[in-house]
């Protein structure tokens, strides 16, 4: 029985330009997160990817000179399958499948295809889009949009709550020179000034578009004592289905029983949050359907300062999140969340035994420990 | 009074394309009638349509009329175009309607201010062809 860790990550540099392809930002990452581990590039024998991306396993493998690629694989729904990625990686070394699985990405999503233009996400009134695309519902943010009005109206959440989650994680992007906002304060008067954009998101509401490349080093929790750093070992890792779930519950009500199962901890004892925060308000409805706060009481949690590092009881996005680091869809928050267990974070929550990472809608999330 | 996105002539406009299984949807439509998928075992009404009936796993189906009112259940109001067929119709609010009979869909209601939308605003069916093939399920405030 292997248990598994994440003994290496890597980031390139965040920037709406990065001047270079996808796949030399995915290889720029993957070589920082090798170096990070200590693990030589041609260890190498596992591969994963978000479905999303365009750079394939085999043209990695050959610029790493791997010889034997055991395993690879991509996870297909869109940004939101970072921790599905982990759970299928871990899955692989639990079995014995494969020993050194890198999960990767490198995405020009600012100066190259941008996630928030229809013309890019639309599927052309094909499909189901044929009940959605004609009335203007034509990219995420539409149907995400949609959940959060309705959860408004049932359970009394405010546009001005959706601020203060953009405010926390501004502070904490204020604290970490990687961020796109590191030099830029926000205050909620900036938040509920700035105008909409498919309202109810008002623009501080959105996650930022952004150039760069992440990557993850998964081993065995035994080779993991052998290596540089401290292991963030997998303590839980679950993902989930999204269809049929109306507007209403994120995907967290099936995930959620089962990651607290597989962890045998409760959502009190997590010492530290990250939460894929594509739009401000999923922020709120993942600590509310994951457990950490009854429904109903996200918003005035985030609203009494409950979320953030400086003086809240459970910081959350300790990066800066998607609205102020970056968004490489759950990939800079994965790191974050292994930074977290290392005691590297630059909002590093004291003593962080259990650091939890949400990877989109509750489809898919982790727990990390350090090593028992 | 306020456009509906629908109306755009625009070439990129992403019209409906019926499915194999979806298609009868789009035929009722063009005849003034707002049908939707009832499985004919166990009863449940089911859009869009699919394979199979997700309550009970029928394939057995029939298409059902509906009285075309509803309620709206959701909605969002796009205030910056993203997507170029939509540039010349901001703001335009796409909404949830909620029929009588259950079911969901997605919508635009005709001549109502984006700022008059409303959870619980109750609404009835006005097909409107916006094509030789294509009549689209809009709604008007009841
Ligand atoms: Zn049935």
Redesign the interface.
């Known amino acids: 029985m292997h248990r598994v860790a994440i003994v290496g990550i890597g980031e390139t540099e965040y920037s709406r330009a990065s001047g270079r392809s996808e796949t030399r930002l995915a290889l720029d990452a993957i070589l920082a997160a090798l170096a990070d581990a200590g693990i030589d590039r041609t260890e190498v024998d596992g591969l994963m990817r978000w479905s999303v991306d365009t750079t394939g396993e085999e043209e990695i493998a050959a610029n790493l000179g791997v010889k034997d690629l055991k395993w690879f694989g991509e996870v297909n729904q869109a940004g939101n399958v970072g921790a599905a990625l982990v759970t299928h990686a871990a899955a692989a070394i639990h079995a014995g499948l494969a020993n050194v699985v890198v999960i990767y990405r490198g995405v020009n999503g600012r100066s190259g295809r941008r996630y928030g233009r229809g013309e890019v996400t639309g599927r052309r009134g094909q499909g189901g889009a044929a009940y959605t695309e004609p009335f203007g519902l034509l990219t995420p943010q539409h149907g995400l949009a949609m959940l959060s009005r309705r959860r408004m109206h049932e359970f009394g959440t405010t546009s001005r709550q959706f601020g203060w989650v953009a405010v926390s994680e501004r502070e904490h992007a204020n604290r970490n020179p990687r961020a796109t906002y590191y030099d830029r304060p926000l205050t909620i008067d900036d938040h509920q000034d700035s105008r909409h954009i498919v309202d109810p998101f008002r623009l501080f509401d959105c996650c930022l578009e952004t150039d760069g490349g992440g990557a993850l080093v998964l081993v065995s929790a035994e080779r993991a004592r052998d290596l540089k750093q401290p292991p963030a070992v997998i303590r839980a890792a679950v993902q989930a289905g999204y269809s049929e779930r109306g507007f209403v519950d994120t995907a967290a009500v099936s995930t959620a029983p089962r990651l607290w199962a597989q962890a045998e901890v409760r959502p009190s004892d997590i010492d530290v949050v990250q939460i894929y925060d594509h739009f401000a308000p999923f922020v709120i409805f993942a600590l509310e359907d994951y457990g950490f706060v009854p429904r109903g009481e996200g918003g005035p949690f985030v609203e009494a300062g409950g979320m953030r590092w400086d003086g809240g009881s459970l910081p959350v996005n300790t990066s800066g999140g998607h609205l102020s680091e970056a968004y490489l869809q759950g990939m800079n928050q994965l790191i974050e969340s292994v930074r977290q267990i290392r005691g590297t974070s630059t909002a590093q929550v004291a003593d962080a035994q259990l650091s939890f990472c949400d990877t989109g809608i509750g489809t898919g999330a982790i727990i990390l420990e350090r090593d028992r | 009074m306020t456009s509906t996105?629908?109306e755009s002539t625009r070439p990129?406009?992403?019209?409906?394309?019926?499915?194999e299984d979806?298609a009868p949807f789009w035929e009722h439509l063009r005849n003034g009638e707002l049908r939707v998928h009832r499985c004919t075992s166990c009863g449940r009404l089911q859009?869009?349509p699919r394979l199979m009936c997700?309550q009970c796993g029928s394939t057995e189906r029939e298409w059902a009329l509906m009285s075309g009112r509803g309620t709206v259940?959701?909605?969002?109001?796009?205030?910056?175009a993203?997507?170029?067929?939509?540039e010349g119709?901001i703001?335009?609010a796409?909404v949830?309607v909620e029929l009588e009979e259950g079911p969901?869909?997605?919508?635009?209601l005709i001549d109502v201010p984006v700022d008059e939308v409303a959870?619980g605003m109750p609404v009835h069916l006005a097909p409107t062809a916006?094509s030789d093939e294509?009549t689209?399920p809009l709604f008007r405030r009841a």
């Open positions: 996105p629908a990129d406009f992403p019209l409906p394309v019926p499915s979806g859009h869009p997700v259940y959701s909605f969002v109001i796009t205030r910056q993203v997507h170029p067929s939509f119709h703001p335009y796409t949830i969901r869909l997605a919508s635009n959870i916006v294509i689209l």
